[in-house]
């Protein structure tokens, strides 16, 4: 059942005040069992009070009044620190609102803290975060996927119930999956950038979440929409959609492949011959032929921006700084402490690829290649209504399993990363736990702007299979 | 031939008035109290995003129009990394690979002609901070930074510090004509970098000089000529030069080496991930550019004028309307002293014109009573003065001199009671100055009392010296 719908009815009822409901949460979250918060807002007690009154008064305005939402550490909330979970932003303080936030606000939520990361969001596991690693929820040895980790643990163990978080190349469905709750990776330029830092321009989106479709869709529902401040958003259609069941769902062929881990396909398999029992979907296999490219041009691109992106970590104007009398020695050792191995490694990377003589070979060819993955999802979706595969070819690993590793790492993202590329929407659905008791998650991708066929497709396929 | 080939490379950069800077909503006012007029989208924070401001666009597409640029339907920004701590963000968002304007052309007055050299292309960008060094220490003023910057570069195409000169002259009168800076050097908002190169004719080689800290047209010129013969010098003493960067010292009146470029630094352009392109928009084309400084120059000329002279007017593209509708009634060579000492010796300074306390069609009428002799030049000269001095309209101190102090009508009468009362003059001449009360009674008399007896004193002692 949606959270915001049971919460908001205890207010009506007045069965319970913001204040019991954020104290609730609140002191599950601050126990930090996960390390899944970076840090929290001290003040939100003082807030709810405030709302206590209006319940009282029978005044529940905003369709998120009284509910308590945490963010992810590189989301900008004014007057709360903003970490990105890295050491050169570990004292900063946000001095304004992203525009998501903003609407939150509006909306009357009520922001408990920020959540754990990896540094810069650079990472599929949550280990590279300044602030220490944070553990899955469903086992303590193992990571909670990144790079929002944070949010998706703090969603999964009821420290909040909902969250934010931002998806660059799977960083929202990743650990939706691996934490067992819905995470939405909206169309790019649905959701406005303004007050996320940025790691790739191109690629990042805020998005939320929930332990329910319900959920995401109400918080989804109040994030969209065109800003002013970010000139990549958009306005976002208004029309209804209505499914017509069974629907066509195109199963990517590389979800059977021998990089994926057997329990998942089996899963998979299962999943599909629910859905076709129910006569919700009927299922055909396609193929990308761009699929073993993706990685490789998300990274190219990726990192090309995020080189240029974290230029502005250099000591002078805020956070971190080595001081030095030579401005380039303190430009150089600011960078070298202040930053991550994993982060670094990425900054490197991207100037590489950036640089003259090499920018041709690298970043527009990467872009070229992007534009290839896109026509080839369009071209699929001619046939089907919505793209079905894993979220990623393994299950929730083990700390430290992949630290030395960097190129395992990053391929937990093949599944992820060439939505990312196409600027598409996907959404990850938690099916159920494997036989260690690991979650698995699917992921839906549908055309541009069709957040909406996910949230009535899902909400048929949650009744189903979660009763 | 002169053995000697030179080519000089100008790169100028304008900032535009705009009422807010380049990608967020601050003020445009550098002078304002230092780092008032800044945000987190000007200062770098984490998380921002830049929105381009349309009327800096507009302007670097009227500018563009007005050069005869080629210019594209569709416009981007890229970024030029570099770290620098007055570059907040540690890239500056700038045009490359495609230019508000490419090749156009800027009309040159040259030695009374109009010459076309070529422009190579010009940019919309974002200016940086200012730094100060005071006391060993650095202090940066983030006012300045962000402010919309135009940058215009010419091919190396100039051949002397004249034609320089004349370049820079001319293009800078343009952008003030087109209302898109004040162009004022001293503070900044019009800077120049050169790029000189002396060749042996036929023994081309690639170095080549860039010249740095020209606060003013004189520092530029004189530079320009220092380099040319240093360069020329050196080829003749058959040494090597190489690519380097040198400074103006302005009371040396030299160039000295700043630094030598053995690397050239990669900007790792890209494009502007967070501003899509854009369509030029179809409205920016329809407005019409203002009549060009250059034009005014060629009608003056025929009209008489000498170049100086026409040089001087168009100075101002308020004097330039103001004259062109005087010249439409009065001939130059009437006026010509008017506008050109008698107007510009009461002015602070040519800004100031565009606030003269009269119209063109009052200046008509007046400069017509002086021919017609209704109005004594002298007198024409100190109403002019107080015009401009005290911002009184022409109209009516001609008025006032004329029926309420006197005036014209004063010296009339003045020199009428003098005929009438010739015993009087000849009494005071000879010594008994007391009698000047008498013909004063006489004036004051005949005025009706509508006069100052000071003034009315004064005036006929003045005649009777004469």
Redesign the interface.
């Known amino acids: 059942m949606s959270e915001i719908r049971r919460i908001i009815e205890l207010y009506k009822n007045k069965e319970k005040l913001p204040s019991d409901i954020v104290v609730e949460f609140f002191e599950r979250a601050k126990k930090n069992e996960f390390n899944s918060f970076i840090s929290f807002n001290e003040n939100v007690l003082e807030e709810a009070k405030k709302l206590d009154k209006k319940v009282k008064e029978g005044k529940i305005e905003g369709r998120l009044f009284g509910i308590p939402v945490s963010i992810k550490d ?3 909330v004014k007057g709360l620190k ?1 970490t ?1 979970a890295s050491k050169v ?1 570990e004292n ?1 303080i ?3 609102d ?1 525009t998501v936030i903003e609407k939150l606000k509006e909306e009357g939520a009520l922001i408990i803290g920020k959540t754990n990361m990896d540094e810069f969001a650079m990472g599929s596991s949550n280990e590279y975060s300044a602030f220490g690693s944070a553990s899955n929820p469903f086992d303590r040895e193992r990571v909670p996927g990144g790079s929002s980790g944070g949010s998706a643990i703090s969603v999964s163990a009821g420290e909040a119930p909902l969250s934010l978080g931002s998806d660059t190349g799977g960083s929202i469905r990743l650990p939706a999956s691996f934490c067992g709750v819905y995470g939405l990776k909206p169309t790019y330029g649905a959701v406005s ?6 790691f ?3 690629l990042d989106q805020i998005g939320p979440f929930a332990r329910c479709i319900e959920d995401v869709e109400i918080l989804f529902d109040i994030i969209k929409g065109k800003d ?5 958003s958009t306005n976002y259609p208004e029309e209804e959609i209505k499914p017509s069941y069974p629907l066509k769902i195109g199963v990517l062929k590389d979800s059977f492949s021998n990089k994926v881990e057997e329990e998942i396909k089996t899963s998979l398999e299962e999943f599909i011959r629910l859905l076709e029992k129910e006569k919700i979907a009927q299922f055909k296999e396609f193929n990308m032929e761009t699929f073993d490219y993706a990685i490789a041009v998300y990274y190219i691109v990726a990192c ?2 995020a ?2 992106n ?3 970590y ?1 000591g ?3 956070g971190f700084i080595c001081k030095d009398n030579n ?1 380039w020695d303190m ?1 150089e050792k600011t960078r070298t402490e202040g930053f991550g191995e994993e982060v670094k490694r990425r900054i490197i990377l991207g ?1 590489f690829v ?3 003589g090499y ?1 041709e070979e690298y ?1 527009v060819k990467a872009q070229k290649a992007r534009t290839k993955i896109l026509k080839e999802f369009l071209k699929n979706f001619e046939e089907f209504h919505l793209l079905l595969m894993p979220v990623s070819p393994v299950l929730p690993f083990k700390k430290g399993e992949k630290l030395k590793d960097p190129i395992s790492m990053y391929l937990s993202d093949i599944f992820t990363v060439s939505v990312n590329l196409a600027g598409l929407p996907a959404i990850t659905f938690p099916f159920k736990l494997s036989k260690k008791g690991l979650p698995i998650g699917f992921q839906f991708v549908s055309k541009f702007f069709m957040e909406k066929l996910f949230f009535k497709v899902l909400k048929k396929i949650e009744k189903t299979i979660h009763g | 031939m002169d053995k000697f080939e030179i080519k000089i490379g100008l790169e100028i950069h304008v900032q535009l008035k705009t009422k807010s800077k380049m990608f967020c909503p601050c003020k445009v006012k550098v002078d304002d109290e230092p780092n008032k007029n800044i945000c ?1 989208v000007c ?10 401001n349309e009327k800096a666009v507009f302007y670097a597409v009227l500018v563009s129009r007005a050069l005869n640029c080629k210019i594209p339907e569709i416009l981007y920004f890229s ?1 030029k ?1 570099y ?1 620098y ?1 007055d570059l ?4 500056q968002i700038t045009q490359y690979g495609i230019s508000t304007g490419s090749k156009g052309e800027v009309p040159v007055i040259m030695n009374g002609k109009i010459v076309k050299f070529p422009v190579e292309r010009i940019n919309l960008e974002e200016e940086t901070a200012k730094s100060f060094h005071i006391e060993g220490k650095v202090y ?1 003023d983030y006012n300045r930074c962000g402010i919309p910057l135009l940058e215009i570069v010419t091919p190396p195409f100039l051949k002397s510090s004249e034609e320089a000169l004349n370049f820079l002259k001319s293009l800078r009168r343009i952008l003030i004509y087109l209302g898109v800076s004040d162009c004022n050097m001293e503070k900044g908002e019009f800077r120049v970098d050169t790029n000189v190169s002396v060749n042996i004719r036929g023994k081309e080689s690639h170095h080549r000089t860039e010249l740095k800290n020209l606060n003013s047209l004189s520092a530029l010129k004189e530079s320009i000529s220092f380099e040319i013969k240093r360069q020329k010098d050196l080829l003749e003493k058959g040494e090597k030069m190489e690519r380097e960067t040198r400074l103006w010292d302005e009371h040396k009146k030299e160039t000295r080496v700043m630094r030598t470029k053995e690397f050239v630094e ?1 900007y ?3 494009p502007e ?4 392109p854009f369509k030029v928009k179809r409205e920016w084309f329809e407005k019409e550019i203002p009549v060009l400084p250059h034009v005014y120059y060629q009608k003056l000329i025929k009209k008489g004028a000498e170049p100086k002279e026409a040089e001087i007017i168009i100075s101002s593209p308020f004097l330039s309307e103001f004259t062109e509708k005087v010249l439409e009634k009065l001939p130059f060579n009437r006026v010509k002293g008017w506008i050109l000492t008698e107007i510009l010796q009461h002015v602070p300074d040519v800004e100031s014109l565009k606030n003269l306390p009269f119209t063109s069609l009052e200046f008509i009428d007046f400069v017509e009573k002086i021919i017609e002799g209704k109005l004594p030049r002298h007198m024409g000269q100190e109403i002019i003065k107080r015009s401009i001095e005290n911002n009184i309209s022409l109209k009516k101190l001609i008025n006032e001199k004329v029926e309420i102090k006197g005036g014209l009508e004063l010296e009339r009468i003045v020199e009428e009671v003098i005929k009438e009362n010739p015993h009087v003059v000849e009494k005071i001449r000879s010594g008994k100055v007391s009698a000047v009360s008498f013909l004063v009674g006489q004036v004051m008399r005949k005025l009706k009392g509508k006069a100052n007896p000071k003034e009315v004193k004064e005036k006929i002692e003045e005649c009777l010296k004469t």
């Open positions: 590189n989301i900008l903003c990105c932003l900063y946000a001095p304004y992203a950038r303004y007050g996320l830092i940025a790739a321009s191109s002013e401040r970010d000139k990549t090309a921006e080189s240029s974290l230029a502005r250099d002078v104007l805020y401005l430009y100037t950036l640089k003259s920018y970043y | 987190p200062t770098g924070q984490p998380g921002v995003l830049p929105s381009p970024r990394n770290f701590p907040p963000k540690g890239y940066l990669d790792r352009y890209f991930p967070d501003i899509p």
